[in-house]
């Protein structure tokens, strides 16, 4: 594995990357890419709100149950 680069909102930042076969596009952020972009995961308004390059940008989380 590498570092990716993968494209949230306006912001490219790299993760490590592990790619499983599904059904459906999925993006799991591991608590190290949490910890390195201030990450805050608001449930109760389904928005991910992280920093990057002194700029908070917020985008939704979907849910996607079977």
Do not use: C, E, H
């Amino acid at each position: 594995m590498k570092d990716t680069p993968v494209i949230i909102a306006d912001a490219q930042t790299y993760i490590l990357l592990q790619v499983i076969n599904l059904m459906f596009k999925t993006l799991l952020l591991g608590t190290d890419w949490l910890d390195k972009y201030k990450a805050d995961v608001l449930s109760s308004i389904r928005k991910l709100r992280f920093i990057f390059r002194r700029k908070t940008i917020k985008v939704d989380v979907v849910n996607v149950r079977n």
